[in-house]
């Protein structure tokens, strides 16, 4: 079993930036790809971002490419979501997850683990 705990959420205003923090219990975080979600109030969980176990890949949802970037510590069992020229239109809760798997996918249903959210709020 993996534990994630999200941290880093918060109220800012539009254009600053958050950097959101997932931090993994265990040993084996590395032999997990990493994802970032989130979902508002009235819609469905959606894809932010992912990064592979093996060479850093990463991938993005068009509505975060270029704002948002993705990355790891595996040191640190700790994947972090940097958060820039935020937008009113990305309030929500944002999850991390950890996919065993050895396929690139944005599908939430291929995660294993969930982290149990932190609240990011973008005012005007």
């Known amino acids: 079993q993996v534990q994630l705990v999200e941290s880093g959420g918060g109220l800012v205003q539009a254009g600053g930036s958050l950097r959101l923090s997932c931090a993994a219990s265990?040993?084996?975080?590395?032999?997990?790809?990493m994802g970032w979600f989130r979902q508002a109030p009235g819609k469905e969980r959606e894809f932010v971002a992912r990064?592979?176990?093996?060479?850093?890949?990463?991938l993005y949802a068009d509505s975060v490419k270029g704002r948002f970037t993705i990355s790891r510590d595996n040191a640190k069992n700790t994947v972090y979501l940097q958060m820039n020229s935020l937008k009113l239109e990305d309030t929500a809760v944002y999850y991390c997850?950890?996919?065993?798997?050895?396929?690139?996918?944005?599908?939430?249903?291929?995660?294993?683990?969930w982290g149990q959210g932190t609240q990011v709020t973008v005012s005007s």
């Open positions: 990064i592979s176990r093996s060479c850093g890949r990463s």
């Open positions: 997850a950890a996919d065993a798997g050895a396929l690139v996918s944005t599908l939430d249903r291929v995660y294993d683990y």
């Open positions: 265990g040993r084996t975080f590395s032999s997990y790809a």
